[in-house]
């Protein structure tokens, strides 16, 4: 793509790390702001918790680039599979493999 | 190792060992997605240098595909900075939750040795600081996040340059599966989270978000991170009153 220019391209790539930046920066602020232990950072990790839990599932759920090519029931059999051996075995790698298994058994199998 | 043993280790051996953590799965699975992401820049129309410093400076995989799949649509600077702005807002609440974590503030850091510190913050090392939150002492909690996510970082940045110049050589099944494997790995890290309240987040989180997404697009993430959040702590304190206070 051209469209942008040699100039044009690296400012987009300034802008995309500022734009990342800006909340990184935002937070080591904020951080020493709010106290340990206190309800309000009960109520951010929550948050926290709650907005990862949401980029993952949308990166199965709606992905872009090449996951996009696999099927969502493929990938909801991964994401359950890996999270069923979780509560069974505790062991991460182990659970993390049946996950991964699943998936590529989905894609081949059915 | 229970606490008790753990007290005794220095830093450097808290680095080494925390290295040593990433390099037995997440620093391979994060070599992998980043590859992916360089499939996906190079597709746009990045050159080599443009999505290794993209992955440096952004370091957040939404932020760096939005950005990406922005690109090779031709979009304005001004959609680019905004749409990467809003994909990466998570950071926000990451910073301040594992500044919490690592007790950032017993160790009296400038300014600029805490930025550049939660610069190198990723999913996947916020994942793990709460895990090792759980067998280490506190004071050794820094440490190990400089060993763990400057080994994500490294692995990172391989990555990238690997996967700029491979795809070719690796089947679009093989890498579907490849790329599979980070969102699954830090699902299971964060759905076993120790306190219920970020369990329950997790499960709140997760399923608005895909909901929210074809009406709210990219305001889905931040959407459902706060209803979530909210609706967990809500649940958690004034419903169930679990004892948040006992967590340490």
């Known amino acids: 793509m051209d469209d942008y220019g040699f100039w044009g391209s690296w400012l987009a790539v300034g802008l995309a790390a500022v734009g990342t930046f800006i909340w990184r920066f935002a937070g080591v602020l904020l951080a020493s702001k709010i106290p340990a232990q206190s309800p309000l950072m009960d109520w951010v990790n929550t948050m926290a918790y709650a907005m990862v839990a949401g980029v993952l599932m949308l990166m199965l759920v709606h992905p872009t680039g090449i996951l996009a090519a696999s099927g969502l029931d493929d990938r909801l059999l991964g994401l359950v599979t890996g999270v069923g051996a979780m509560m069974l075995t505790k062991r991460i790698i182990l659970s993390l493999l049946c996950g991964i298994l699943m998936f590529a058994a989905s894609l081949h199998l059915f | ?248």
């Not at chain 2, 090779?72 to 594992?98: D, E």
């Not at chain 2, 305001?219 to 959040?229: C, E, F, K, P, Y």
């Open chain 2, 1 to 248: 190792m229970s606490i008790s043993e753990t007290v005794a280790l220095t830093a450097p051996q808290m680095r080494r060992i925390a290295a040593i953590d990433a390099l037995r799965a997440p620093a391979y699975a994060l070599g992998a997605t980043m590859a992916g992401f360089a499939t996906i820049a190079r597709e746009a129309g990045f050159d080599v240098w443009m999505a290794v410093t993209t992955s440096a400076l952004v370091w957040g995989m939404p932020g760096q595909v939005a950005f990406a799949s922005l690109y090779s649509a031709g979009a304005s600077l001004f959609i680019i900075f905004f749409a990467v702005t809003l994909a990466n807002m998570r950071m926000l609440l990451m910073v301040v939750s594992a500044a919490d974590m690592m007790h950032l503030h017993m160790h009296k850091l400038p300014l600029w040795r805490r930025v550049i510190l939660m610069q190198c913050l990723a999913i996947t090392s916020w994942a793990h600081l709460a895990v090792a939150e759980t067998t280490y002492p506190r004071h050794l909690l820094l440490p190990y996040f400089q060993g763990f996510s400057l080994t994500l970082y490294a692995s990172g940045m391989l990555g990238t340059v690997f996967g700029y110049f491979l795809p070719d050589m690796v089947p679009p099944d093989l890498l579907q599966i490849i790329i599979f494997i980070t969102p699954i790995y830090i699902f299971l890290l964060i759905a076993t989270a120790r306190q219920k309240a970020n369990r329950l987040a997790v499960a709140f989180g997760g399923i608005l978000c895909p909901v929210f997404y074809p009406v709210a697009g990219e305001w889905s993430i931040l959407l459902a991170g706060v209803m979530g959040g909210t609706l967990a702590i809500g649940y958690a304190r004034f419903i169930a009153k679990w004892h948040l206070e006992e967590r340490r």
